[in-house]
């Protein structure tokens, strides 16, 4: 499933499409998604304007000049691309999928056309009014974003403050932290030299207050997120940017999916694979500790 760089990846390949443009057409070839595309999905966004394309955690939200709000989850293959009205049938940028998967094009006012295309359908799209949007059960009770102001270590710490569970585990509660998944998770974990067997209470000291742990975790988080978004995400097998190339990240990989390789630090340790809660987690026993 895309994370956090992923759908920040998508949304700014989207936003120079969509933002201050209108919403002309709606065509949903498709209502079976994750959950059935509401009946007054097109009436509620033909003609309204984009005003703003954002991303909460793992959803893109488009700010719609009507007080709704789009939210869009790209699920487990879900990708967007961009085409143009004028010239039927030539794109912008090459197709990423096969057209049978498309199920809902918007046609805006510049003369371009974005497609979602999902050949598993577990994508979703749902109208919420800008009034309700914290009160929505998909983004309620989510936790801070990693790249924004207010995620650092005393929140972090706090967060972990008392957990038994394990410190891979608790980075992937979407209470605790917003975006992070199995990949950057194992790759931060790499970074900051911490064992995601480690319980998530060695964050904090008896007061919940941050050690060094928890401060170097929030620097290799905040690194590994900002280089995977600069490569346009990682791309192991659906995910594309809306131009239709792969993502570059996975070429960079320290650990994730490098079972059996020496570890890059020159510790003379070897790369492992564990499973934690059904998920594979990749890191080197002889430098997390």
């Not at 969509?18 to 002309?24: L, N, T």
């Not at 710490?157 to 975006?179: F, H, W, Y």
Request: hydrophobic fraction near 35%; include cysteine; glycine fraction near 10%.
């Amino acid at each position: 499933m895309p994370e956090l760089p992923e759908v920040e990846t998508v949304r700014r390949g989207l936003a120079p499409a969509m933002e201050g443009a209108r919403v002309d057409k709606v065509e949903v070839r498709h209502r079976g998604l994750r959950w059935p595309i509401a009946r007054d999905f097109e009436k509620r966004i033909e003609g309204k304007t984009v005003d703003g394309l954002g991303r909460r955690a793992k959803y893109l939200t488009a700010d719609l000049s009507s007080g709704d709000v789009l939210v869009m989850h790209l699920g487990m293959s879900g990708s967007f691309r961009i085409g143009n009205d004028a010239k039927p049938g030539v794109y912008y940028h090459e197709k990423s999928k096969s057209t049978a998967h498309d199920h809902v094009v918007f046609h805006m006012s510049n003369g371009k056309t974005i497609t979602f295309n999902d050949p598993r359908r577990f994508g979703s799209m749902k109208l919420v009014a800008r009034a309700k949007i914290d009160a929505e059960p998909l983004l309620r009770g989510l936790g801070p974003e990693p790249l924004g102001n207010e995620f650092d270590a005393a929140m972090l710490a706090a967060a972990c403050a008392g957990k038994k569970t394990s410190l891979k585990a608790a980075l992937l509660d979407q209470r605790v932290v917003a975006g992070l998944g199995n990949i950057y998770v194992c790759e931060a974990l790499f970074r900051a030299h911490l064992s995601p067997k480690r319980s998530a209470s060695t964050i904090a000291d008896r007061n919940g207050k941050p050690n060094a742990r928890a401060e170097a975790l929030i620097d290799a988080i905040r690194t590994v997120l900002e280089a995977a978004i600069k490569a346009g995400g990682s791309s192991l097998r659906d995910h594309r940017r809306t131009d239709g190339s792969l993502g570059d990240f996975q070429h960079t990989f320290l650990v994730y999916d490098r079972e059996g390789q020496p570890c890059p630090t020159g510790c003379k340790g070897t790369v492992k694979r564990i499973v934690q809660a059904g998920r594979s987690t990749f890191y080197c026993p002889s430098c997390q500790k």
